[in-house]
C-alpha cells in the first residue's frame, strides 16, 4: 500500500485524537462515572491503533491495543479509575506522542517499546479487576472486534427518540455493521454507495462514525449505521452486499427497549475483493514513492474552513474580471482615462479583500495552544501539591499561524510560574482565609488590531517594594532611580535579563524566572507584555500580540526629509498642536486633548534628526499603548497606506525605536515605528 | 570557479583612497551602484542605513568611516559591494571596485607590526601582486565590529 502520502494526514490526525485523548481523559479523572467520556476516549484510541495499525507502525498499535484493553475493563466496570491510573494513562499518552514526534522526525517510529508502560497496563488490569483479556496483545484485536458486533450501540438521546417513535409507527430500526475489505481504497465512496443505497429504503438517523469522519475516510475497514425502514432486514442486507468490496454485513433490529436485542444475523462474504479490479489502482510505482516523500513529513500546515477558500476562490474570480477589463481598455476611447481609473479602484478593493482573506485562511485558534493547559496545570498541580482551577475562556479567539506556533512556550512559562510562584499553598491560603483551591484564569480577546491574552492568579501577588530594593542590590538600577520609580516601571524590572538568573527573587518576590525570556519571545512576535499585581490578591501577566504579522495599515508620516511608518492599530487621532499649547509638567512637555492631559514626544530628536524652531501650528499624532497615550510631533502627513514589514536583520535588531523597514512603491525603503519602547 | 590550486584564493580588489583591498570572493554576493540609503536612527556610527535590494533590506557599512578616512563625497565610482556573512547580507560602500584578483596563500604576508590606520584584527594579510600590494580584509570581524559600535 501506497503509505507515505498519507503520512501527514497521518501526524495531523495522531495529534489531534492524542489531544482529544488528553482532554477527555482529564473530563473523566473529574467525572469517573460518565459513560458518554469513556465512549469517546475509547472510539479516538481505537481510531489511533487502527491509524498507527495502517501505517505499519507496530509499536504505537501495541501501546494504544494495551491502553484500549485497560479502558475496556473501565469501560465494563471491573476497574475503577483513581489519580494513579490516570497517571499512568498519561504517561502512555506521552509516549504515544512521542512517537509521533518520532515519525515526523524520521518517518519512522523509533525503537522504544515502552515495555514498562505496557506492564504498568497490564499491572492495572491485574490488581484492579479480573483479567478479561489474557491473549497476547494485538491479535485478540478480531476477538474483541466480534465481540463489540454483537452489542448494539448506545444511542445519543435525540435518536432514541426517533427510534422509539418509529417502532411505535410500525417501522424497523436496524443497525447494520458493514465490514468493507481491508484493501478497498476508496472507503468513503464505498460507504457513500452504501449510504445513498440505504437512504433508498429508509432514513439514516445515526452512524459511527460521524458522517464528517466517514466523509475524510477517519475510520478503519467497517461502520455503523441506525436505519429507520419499512423493509426487513434481508432486504437491506442483500442491497448492501450488493456493493463491491463489501465484505460482510450484520443486522441486529433495536426494539422499543433498546437494550433488548431482538435477532442477530451475520453474513460473511468471502474472498469478495478479488471478484472486482479495484485492487489494481494501487500504483506500481508505489515504491519509489515511498522513498521520495521522506522529507516532506514536517511541513507546517493548516486547515481551513472552506467557506473561507470559497471566498479566495471568489476574489481570484474578481481579479481576473479585472484583468479582462484592463485587457480590453481601448486606449484611444474618450473615457480611457476614467474606465482605467475604474479599474484600478476595482483591482484596489479586490487586492485588499484577497489580503484580508489570506491572512483569514492563516489564521487559528487559540485553542490549538490552549488545549494543552488543563493536562499541563494538572500535572503541576499534583506535583506541587497545590489544589488548582485552570479557567479558560476565549479559545476561540484566533491568531496567525506563525504567532501560534510560537506562543505556546511564553504561555507555558506563565502559567508555571502562576501556579508555582503565584499561588500560594493550601495551608497558607486557608490561614488567610482563601478558598482552598487556588483559580488560574487564562482568557484570551481581540482588543482592536491585537489579541490580548492574560494569565491571572488570585495568589500572594507581586511585593514591588521587595522588587526596587532586590534591583538596588544587584546594581541594576541606583537608589535615587529605585525611588523615582512608578510601579509600573518596577514591574517592568522583572522582565530584565539580569532578574532571571537570580533565584533569590522569589523568595521576595515570587517572580523572576525566565519572565525576560517570555518577554523577549513576545517581542520578537511584534506583541508586549505587562503585568498588573496587587499584594495578597494576585497578579495579572498581560500579553498582546499582533493579530498578523506581515501586512499592516499604516500612516505614513515624514520627519525632515525621511518617511516613517507608525502602525495604525497603535494611532488614536490626529490633532493640531499650537505652539502655545505646549506646556511644561515636571520638566515634561504635554498638550491636553479634550481634558485629557497627553505628555509629547518630538520625534527630531528621538530620531537623531537636527531640532527644529516650533511652528506656530504642527502636527501631532496622538498613539496609544494599553491604556497610555502619547503625542508625537511630526512634520507632515502622507496618507494611509498598506505596508509589508520587512525584519531589519541581525545586525539592526537591536534598535529598539524601529520595528522593521517596508519598501514603498518608488522602491524607497521607509522605517517602520516600534511605538512600544517610544512611549 | 574551480579551483585547481588548493592554496589559490580570489580575492574582490576595491579601492578606498589610493589604498587597495581584497575580500574574499566567496564572501560577495553582487556589486551594485550607489543607491539611495535610508538612513536608520541610532544606528552604530559606520552604519549608512538600510537600502533596498530587489525587495530585500539590507544594512549598508561605509568601509570609509569605519577606517577612520574623510568623508567624501559619492562619485559614479562609488560601489556598494554585497556580501553575506553567516546568512546575513550587508552592503559595504567602497570608492571603487577594480577587479577580480587570484592570489597564492603563499604570497600572502602576516603584517602584524603594519602601523597604520585599520586595525590588525581588521587584516589578514597582504598580498603582492605585479606592482601592487593589496590589503587582505577580514570581513567576519569588520562587520561585526561595525555593528558592535
Not at chain 1, 495499525?53 to 491502553?67: A, D, E, P, S, Y
Not at chain 1, 515502552?114 to 496483545?137: C, F, R, W, Y
Not at chain 2, 530585500?56 to 567624501?72: A, N, T, W, Y
Not at chain 2, 592570489?103 to 597582504?126: D, F
Amino acid at each position: 500500500m501506497e503509505v507515505s502520502q498519507y503520512l501527514n494526514m497521518f501526524i495531523e490526525e495522531s495529534k489531534d485524537n492524542l489531544q482529544r485523548l488528553n482532554e477527555n481523559l482529564l473530563k473523566l479523572e473529574n467525572n469517573p462515572d460518565d459513560i458518554q467520556i469513556l465512549n469517546e476516549i475509547f472510539r479516538v484510541a481505537h481510531t489511533l491503533k487502527g491509524m498507527a495499525g495502517t501505517m505499519g507502525f507496530v509499536r504505537m498499535q501495541k501501546l494504544t491495543h494495551n491502553i484500549e484493553n485497560v479502558l475496556s475493563d473501565i469501560r465494563s466496570g471491573s476497574i475503577k479509575i483513581n489519580s494513579d491510573m490516570v497517571d499512568t494513562l498519561f504517561m502512555c499518552l506521552d509516549a504515544l506522542e512521542n512517537y509521533v514526534e518520532e515519525i515526523v522526525n524520521t518517518s519512522s517510529e523509533g525503537t522504544d517499546d515502552h515495555n514498562d508502560l505496557i506492564e504498568n497496563l497490564a499491572e492495572i488490569i491485574k490488581s484492579k479487576g479480573e483479567v478479561t483479556h489474557t491473549e497476547t496483545p494485538v491479535v485478540d484485536q478480531e476477538t474483541k472486534e466480534e465481540k463489540t458486533a454483537g452489542n448494539l450501540i448506545e444511542l445519543p438521546d435525540t435518536q432514541k427518540l426517533v427510534k422509539n417513535n418509529a417502532i411505535e409507527m410500525g417501522m424497523n430500526v436496524f443497525q447494520i455493521k458493514v465490514d468493507l475489505s481491508p484493501n478497498c481504497v476508496l472507503k468513503s465512496a464505498r460507504a457513500f454507495v452504501i449510504f445513498t443505497d440505504l437512504e433508498r429504503f429508509g432514513e439514516i438517523i445515526h452512524c459511527i462514525p460521524s458522517t464528517q469522519d466517514i466523509e475524510d475516510e477517519k475510520f478503519e475497514n467497517d461502520f455503523t449505521v441506525v436505519v429507520v425502514t419499512k423493509e426487513i432486514k434481508e432486504k437491506l442486507e442483500q442491497v448492501i452486499m450488493s456493493v463491491s468490496e463489501v465484505e460482510g454485513v450484520t443486522i441486529e433490529a433495536f426494539a422499543k427497549d433498546h437494550d433488548a436485542k431482538i435477532e442477530e444475523v451475520a453474513l460473511k462474504k468471502e474472498e469478495q475483493a478479488e471478484a472486482h479490479p479495484t485492487a489494481s489502482v494501487t500504483p506500481a510505482n508505489s515504491e519509489t514513492n515511498n522513498s521520495s516523500n521522506n522529507k516532506q513529513v514536517s511541513n507546517k500546515t493548516v486547515r481551513v474552513n472552506i467557506d473561507r477558500l470559497d471566498t479566495l476562490m471568489n476574489l481570484v474570480s474578481e481579479l481576473i474580471i479585472v484583468k479582462t477589463q484592463l485587457e480590453g481598455l481601448n486606449v484611444t476611447s474618450q473615457d480611457a482615462n476614467t474606465n482605467y481609473n475604474d479599474s484600478v479602484e476595482y483591482l484596489e478593493r479586490v487586492t485588499t479583500n484577497l489580503h484580508d482573506a489570506v491572512m483569514k485562511v492563516r489564521m487559528v485558534p487559540v485553542e490549538i495552544v490552549f488545549n494543552r493547559f488543563p493536562r499541563m496545570i494538572r500535572d503541576i498541580s499534583r506535583k506541587l501539591g497545590k489544589d488548582i482551577d485552570l479557567v479558560m475562556s476565549g479559545e476561540e479567539t484566533e491568531l496567525d499561524r506563525t504567532v501560534i506556533d510560537e506562543i505556546g512556550d511564553p504561555l507555558i512559562h506563565l502559567l508555571r510560574n502562576a501556579a508555582d510562584h503565584g499561588l500560594e499553598t493550601i495551608e497558607e491560603r486557608a490561614t488567610i482565609g482563601k478558598p482552598r483551591k487556588g483559580t488560574i484564569k487564562l482568557q484570551a480577546y481581540q482588543d482592536g488590531n491585537s489579541v490580548v491574552i492574560e494569565v491571572e492568579d488570585d495568589g500572594k501577588g507581586i511585593n514591588v517594594q521587595a522588587i526596587k530594593n532586590k534591583a538596588v542590590q544587584k546594581g541594576t538600577i541606583t537608589k535615587e532611580e529605585a525611588d523615582a520609580m512608578n510601579e509600573q516601571e518596577a514591574l517592568d524590572l522583572l522582565f530584565r535579563p539580569s532578574f532571571s538568573t537570580a533565584e533569590k527573587i522569589s523568595d521576595l518576590s515570587g517572580r523572576g524566572v525566565g519572565l525576560d525570556v517570555v518577554k523577549s519571545k513576545i517581542t520578537e512576535l511584534g506583541g508586549h507584555v505587562e503585568v498588573q499585581t496587587e499584594l495578597g490578591k494576585g497578579s495579572k501577566f498581560i500579553v498582546r500580540l499582533p493579530l498578523t504579522l506581515a501586512i499592516i495599515q499604516a500612516l505614513m508620516i515624514s520627519i525632515g526629509d525621511e518617511k516613517y511608518a507608525i502602525p495604525l492599530s497603535n494611532i488614536q487621532n490626529i490633532e493640531d498642536v499650537r505652539k502655545e499649547d505646549i506646556k511644561l509638567v515636571q520638566n515634561q512637555e504635554v498638550i491636553m486633548v479634550r481634558n485629557e492631559i497627553i505628555p509629547i514626544v518630538r520625534l527630531h530628536s528621538v530620531l537623531g534628526l537636527p531640532e527644529q524652531e516650533d511652528k506656530d501650528l504642527m502636527m501631532g499624532v496622538i498613539v496609544k499603548k494599553g491604556e497610555r497615550q502619547v503625542g508625537f510631533i511630526i512634520d507632515s502627513l502622507i496618507g494611509q497606506q498598506e505596508i509589508v514589514i520587512k525584519s531589519l536583520g541581525k545586525y539592526l535588531s537591536g534598535i529598539d525605536i524601529i520595528a522593521g523597514a517596508t519598501i514603498l512603491g518608488n522602491g524607497e525603503v521607509a522605517l517602520i515605528l516600534d511605538i512600544n519602547s517610544l512611549i | 570557479m574551480e579551483n585547481t590550486v588548493d592554496s589559490m584564493t580570489q580575492y574582490i580588489v576595491f579601492r578606498l583612497d589610493e589604498q587597495s583591498y581584497g575580500i574574499d570572493i566567496q564572501n560577495v554576493q553582487t556589486i551594485e551602484r550607489m543607491k539611495a540609503v535610508m538612513r536608520v536612527p541610532k544606528a552604530p556610527y559606520c552604519v549608512k542605513g538600510v537600502m533596498n535590494l530587489r525587495g530585500e533590506i539590507i544594512p549598508v557599512v561605509s568601509l570609509r568611516d569605519q577606517f577612520g578616512l574623510e568623508k567624501i563625497d559619492y562619485t559614479d565610482k562609488t560601489r556598494i559591494i554585497i556580501v553575506k556573512i553567516e546568512d546575513a547580507m550587508v552592503g559595504i560602500i567602497v570608492d571603487e571596485v577594480k577587479e577580480v584578483i587570484e592570489i597564492e596563500e603563499t604570497e600572502v604576508e602576516n603584517v602584524q607590526n603594519i602601523q597604520g590606520k585599520i586595525k590588525t584584527s581588521h587584516i589578514l594579510g597582504v598580498g603582492k601582486v605585479v606592482d601592487n600590494i593589496v590589503t587582505l580584509l577580514n570581513l567576519p570581524n569588520i562587520i561585526e565590529e561595525a555593528f558592535d559600535n
